[in-house]
């Protein structure tokens, strides 16, 4: 099967892409940077907001994983336009499955850039096209960086009031591949983390990861989606559920070098090669930044 990735460049679809070679596809990804296509991905340029390169990128496609959200002007900035007019481009190639990555309790806190998603889950379902919507929690990779973002202060701001359930975009990824790989669902699917954690195991794991040590300064954070959270609205108990912990991720087994390490880690959903790649794009319809790409010693 030939599937178009949008967002190819962000965080989760550096990851999703290796997920669907790894499965047999034939895997083309959008870009507004022209680009050479390399390996087994091949690389179109286009535009989600003019329409510019949609026909040429969804020419002979059979499904699209519409990862997009951000744009140059800011968060949700691509989620209605963008998804408009690729559902226009995509009626008129015949595209038989549209997969849309949005975020779970979109449905239950349409506040602030989840109304965005909100909006764009419409446009999906109204689309008239075979579609499947996964909700997914927060990444481990946006919430490292959050933390990271905050961790130059002397204190660290924590609101010990929300709880999170962290997922890792690799289980994320694989969960996509595995819907785009059957019928379209016609329904919104929630994909969260194993566990339901505090923001104090959060921050302090975090802190214990990194070698540092921050006071923390008990705060109540502000806004619609914060209290959303608090009430356990941006949560799931749906199944199945991601396995790697947050714990799992900040603190990581060793892993086995063989000679072919790169298809070796290509399998795991923790691996460099499911990472984003230090790329241009990644700010136009960027995922989460705050994943380093670890090198060999």
């Known amino acids: 099967m030939r599937i178009l990735v949008t967002g190819a460049t962000g965080t989760l679809g550096g990851a999703l892409v290796p997920a669907l070679l790894k499965a047999g596809n034939e895997v083309r990804a959008l870009s507004r940077t022209r680009r050479e296509s390399r390996g087994n991905v091949d690389w179109r340029w286009g535009d989600l907001i003019s329409g510019n390169g949609l026909e040429d990128a969804l020419d002979g496609v059979d499904a699209v994983a519409h990862l997009a959200t951000s744009g140059r002007k800011g968060v949700g900035a691509v989620d209605i336009p963008g998804t408009r007019t690729l559902i226009l481009f995509a009626r008129e190639a015949g595209i038989r499955h549209l997969l849309f990555t949005s975020v779970v309790g979109t449905d239950r806190a349409a506040y602030h850039y989840l109304k965005y998603k909100l909006e764009a889950e419409r446009l ?25 973002d905050f961790s130059g202060l002397p204190v660290l701001p924590v609101d010990r009031s929300l709880p999170w359930q962290p997922v890792h975009t690799g289980e994320v990824a694989a969960r996509a591949a595995e819907l785009l790989g059957a ?14 954690i505090t923001t104090d195991d959060l921050v302090k794991t975090w802190l214990r990861a990194r070698g540092l040590r921050r006071p923390c300064l008990p705060v109540r954070y502000p806004g619609r989606v914060y209290a959303a959270q608090r009430a356990g609205d941006l949560t799931t108990d749906a199944s199945p559920k991601g396995r790697i912990t947050w714990n799992d991720y900040l603190f990581p087994p060793p892993a086995d070098v063989s000679d072919d390490f790169a298809s070796e880690h290509t399998a795991s959903p923790t691996s460099p090669a499911n990472q984003p790649e230090q790329d241009p794009d990644l700010r136009v319809y960027g995922g989460d930044e705050g994943y380093e790409r670890p090198t060999r010693s």
């Open 183 to 196: 019928r379209p669902a016609g329904r919104e699917i929630d994909f969260g983390g194993p566990e339901v």
């Open 124 to 148: 999906v379902t109204e689309s008239g096209l075979g579609w499947t919507i996964l909700r997914s929690t927060r990444f481990h990779q946006s919430l490292d960086q959050r933390i990271r």
